[in-house]
C-alpha cells in the first residue's frame, strides 16, 4: 500500500464548486492581467455546462480540454 491508495478522487467541478463556497473571493485564477476569484471561476463553468449538454455530455461523462495553458477559454466564455 503506498500514499496515493487511501486518496479519494474528487471530480474538478465538486473540488471548484467547494472552494467557491469556502473561499468565494479568492483569486483562483492568473493569465497574465486576467484575475478571476473561484466564485467567478464556478460561474464561468457553469456557464459553459449547457454547451456540453448541448453536445450530448451528461453528468458523470470525462471531457478533456487541450490548448495552450491560458485564459482563452475562461476568455471566451466571459465575452458572451
Known amino acids: 500500500m503506498n500514499r496515493y491508495d487511501e486518496v479519494r478522487c474528487i471530480p474538478v467541478g465538486e473540488m471548484l464548486q ?8 479568492k483569486v483562483a485564477f492568473v ?9 467567478e471561476l464556478d ?12 453536445l450530448g455530455l451528461v453528468k458523470g461523462d ?7 495553458n491560458s485564459a482563452g477559454i475562461l476568455r471566451s466564455e ?3
Request: aromatic share 10%; glycine share 8%.
Open 62 to 68: 470525462r471531457v478533456a480540454i487541450y490548448m495552450k
Open 31 to 39: 493569465s497574465g492581467t486576467i484575475r478571476m476569484t473561484y466564485k
Open 78 to 80: 466571459a465575452s458572451r
Open 18 to 25: 467547494g472552494s467557491a463556497r469556502a473561499a468565494p473571493g
Open 43 to 54: 460561474e464561468r463553468v457553469r456557464a459553459f455546462a449547457p454547451f456540453l449538454q448541448h
